[in-house]
């Protein structure tokens, strides 16, 4: 047996490798596979996060073990993706971009930000960075202080760096940008500091700003009359959730979030743009159709997850589509051409909607929150803030037609208060508290995206935060916020394969390959909205620290 271990990882841990997978060794040989890169976040503009390799499988995972392991010097949470091109591996946290040899973990370069002392106090949910996009002979990415900045690909210096808004409001950045045709497309998070959403196109060579497009409609624009008053110029509406592009069609597809503040008698109407998908040209970002998933919003119910594009046979007929799972509870299957609503069913527990209507696309209210409407009443509401799904991307397999998702299973108490706006403040008007009544709190979940049925499902009595990757090979890769490293079955959801990486999983898991060999990566660091609210007791032992894992098949 012959593998590096770049951080000097021990050799307990090493040792351990054998006793997670590998008491049976087999012999089998595998078949060498081609070269392939991670450009893009989602590997691929569509989002998938699917692979084609096979040389890690069904039969071949129990001999996954490390190759090396790279430390991040950081103790927030790791949510980046990391990206392998021209044989360099690029990954970010919250203050730092690193390159690195991806066969052994040496780092080529490493690129630190200086921020402003008051920068953490200000952002909502976790201190954290969801990686960078690469375009020519430069890196994109976005800071916590609410700038986008440009390194060199090679050295890692800085070309320039843009202020998108001042930070002191609210504002902060997290989001990876998108790259389509020939523009850098960012977002911005601080829905509950009564900011306005908006997102920015950017000329990639300069840094010159080409287009913004706010996400609240003001007074004098089309929607408008959906806000009363000026409450459109606090409204929310962030999109902290990068989005995906069809080139052919040359749209954007970006979701928006919640409304501010979160008790929306005080903003009532349907609240446009908010909560909603938007279909745009990068590059002028004109807003070509819309799709609203929850107008006037109560409920936090960012519509900001990843907007995963397939075709499918739809009622008989092929289309092109966009999915979504939201954080409402239902799963949403749109035609990305025009908007047309074609599915929407719910995929978790729910309480706060009867259904969708399919003629108006608009949600079916339940009693409950009809109830809590007309009185203002604490009302117990399913799925909670943090919703059926959070920010966590799925992932979809073209052939099984199948979405492997991380969903959540637990409620919330909720009741509107008088609103009061300061700059930089957190601005919701709820009193609430998770309710947490069930003994598994998350699941893995394989969902039919035409139906929302479950096809099987891996219950977690702490939820994953994590990232799930499929692959031809029949493998779901997810993480545990207790820090194992997981590969599933993906027939059958059966747990194939585990490794303990040493701190709580919240990344977004790769693959590649690279000499014949095909490889897996995952960031290791626990953090994130979870952590930071649940209260959860069971996570105090889970030590902080991260650091980057690479894996592949042990040698005959």
């Known amino acids: 047996m012959k593998f590096s271990i770049a951080s000097r990882v021990s050799a307990a841990i090493a040792a351990m490798v054998f006793l997670t997978g590998c008491e049976q060794k087999d012999q089998t040989p595998v ?71 991806p066969l052994t973990g040496k ?50 210096k800085e070309v320039w760096k843009k202020e998108a808004i001042d930070f002191k409001t609210g504002y902060s950045m997290t989001v990876t940008p998108l790259i389509a045709n020939g523009v850098v497309i960012t977002g911005m998070s601080g829905g509950e500091y009564g900011t306005r959403g908006f997102l920015d196109g950017w000329d ?17 624009e089309p929607g408008g009359d959906t806000w009363p008053g000026d409450t459109a110029m606090a409204g929310g509406g962030p999109t902290w959730l990068t989005g995906s592009y069809d080139p052919e069609l040359d749209l954007v597809y970006w979701g928006t979030g919640n409304g501010g503040p979160w008790n929306a008698e005080f903003r009532k109407g349907d609240n446009l743009y908010i909560t909603s998908v938007l279909a745009m040209r990068p590059k002028t970002g004109e807003l070509i159709w819309y799709y609203q998933f929850s107008p006037n919003d109560p409920y936090d119910y960012d519509g900001v997850n990843e907007l995963v594009m397939a075709e499918l046979e739809v009622d008989g007929k092929p289309r092109k589509i966009i999915m979504q799972a939201n954080r409402n509870g239902f799963f949403y299957v749109l035609d990305r051409e025009t908007g047309e609503l074609l599915k929407a069913n719910a995929f978790v527990r729910q309480n706060w909607a009867e259904g969708i209507d399919m003629k108006t696309g608009r949600p079916i209210e339940s009693e409950i929150t009809k109830h809590m409407r007309a009185t203002s009443e604490k009302v117990e509401i399913w799925p909670s803030a943090l919703g059926g799904k959070n920010w966590m991307p799925m992932s ?5 037609k199948m979405v492997f998702a991380n969903t959540l299973n637990f409620g919330w ?46 219950g977690s009595k702490i939820p994953s935060f994590s990232g799930t990757l499929n692959t031809a090979g029949g493998l779901v890769f997810s993480g545990a916020m207790t820090g194992e490293f997981q590969a599933f079955d993906s027939d059958t959801g059966d747990k194939l394969w585990e490794f303990q990486t040493g701190s709580g999983i919240i990344g977004q898991p790769i693959t590649w390959a690279k000499d014949g060999r095909q490889y897996v990566t995952i960031a290791s660091g626990i953090g994130g ?6 209260g959860d007791e069971r996570l105090a032992s ?6 980057l894992w690479t894996f592949a098949l042990m040698d005959d």
Request: charged share 20%.
């Open 396 to 400: 979809y397999d073209p052939e099984r």
């Open 204 to 220: 990639p060579e300069t840094g010159e700003r080409l287009w913004r497009r706010y996400t609240t409609a003001a007074p004098d």
């Open 542 to 547: 889970v030590p902080a620290g991260g650091s």
């Open 107 to 156: 780092q080529v370069w490493k690129h630190e930000i200086d921020y402003p002392p008051q920068t953490p106090r200000i952002v909502c949910c976790g201190i954290v960075n969801r990686g960078a996009a690469i375009d020519g002979n430069k890196l994109f990415r976005t800071t916590l202080d609410a700038h986008v900045l440009a390194l060199d690909l090679e050295t890692g």
């Open 413 to 458: 108490t909720y009741k509107p208060l008088q609103p009061s706006y300061r700059a930089g403040v957190f601005y919701m008007a709820v009193d609430w508290a998770f309710v947490f009544s069930e003994e598994q709190r998350g699941y893995l979940k394989a969902i039919d995206p035409l139906t929302g049925e479950t096809k099987w499902q891996q």
């Open 529 to 534: 909205a979870y952590v930071l609210f649940s």
């Open 31 to 101: 078949a060498a596979v081609p070269d392939t890169e991670v450009r893009t976040l989602g590997m691929g503009q569509h989002l998938q996060r699917h692979s084609t390799l096979t040389q890690i499988n069904k039969d071949t995972v129990k001999r996954l073990v490390p190759v090396w392991n790279y430390s991040l010097s950081d103790k927030r949470g790791q949510e980046s993706q990391p990206l392998v091109i021209d044989g360099v591996m690029y990954v970010t946290t919250h203050k730092s971009t690193i390159a690195l040899n």
